[in-house]
C-alpha cells in the first residue's frame, strides 16, 4: 500500500515474509521505519508463515486488516449494513477539507474547499 502526498510517500507491504514499512520525504531516497519488536521484519530468508502474513490478525489489535476485510466485505456484498461506511470519496474529500486547513493556515487566509 502506497500513501503519496506533497511532502512525500508512506509504503507499508506485508507478506508471508513479514512486513515492511518506508517513508520518502519530497524527492529523497526511502527510508525503512523499523516495526520490530511487534511485527516482523520483511525478510527473504523467512520461513512463510500466516503470522509472518498477518500479525495480530485474529487479535483486538488489528486495526489495519479489520478496515481492510471492511472495504473487501463492503465491495463483495454491497449489504445495507454498511451503508453508513466512510468510501474512498469520503476519504478524498476528509484529505482535501485537511489539506485546506494546512495552507489556510500556512497563507493565513480562507481556503476554499
Not at 523499523?34 to 495480530?56: I, Y
Amino acid at each position: 500500500m502506497t500513501l503519496t502526498g506533497d511532502l512525500g510517500k508512506l509504503e507499508f507491504a506485508a507478506s508471508h515474509l513479514g512486513a515492511s514499512l518506508s517513508l520518502a520525504k519530497a524527492k529523497q531516497a526511502a527510508v525503512p521505519i523499523d516495526l520490530s519488536p511487534e511485527v516482523e521484519t520483511w525478510n527473504e530468508a523467512n520461513v512463510p508463515t500466516e503470522e509472518l502474513f498477518r500479525p495480530w490478525r485474529v487479535t483486538e489489535r488489528n486495526e489495519v486488516w479489520k478496515w481492510i476485510d471492511r472495504i473487501r466485505d463492503r465491495k463483495a456484498t454491497r449489504e445495507a449494513t454498511y451503508a453508513d461506511a466512510p468510501t474512498f470519496l469520503d476519504g478524498y474529500y476528509v484529505q482535501s477539507v485537511m489539506d485546506a486547513v494546512m495552507e489556510s493556515a500556512e497563507r493565513k487566509c480562507w481556503k476554499a474547499v
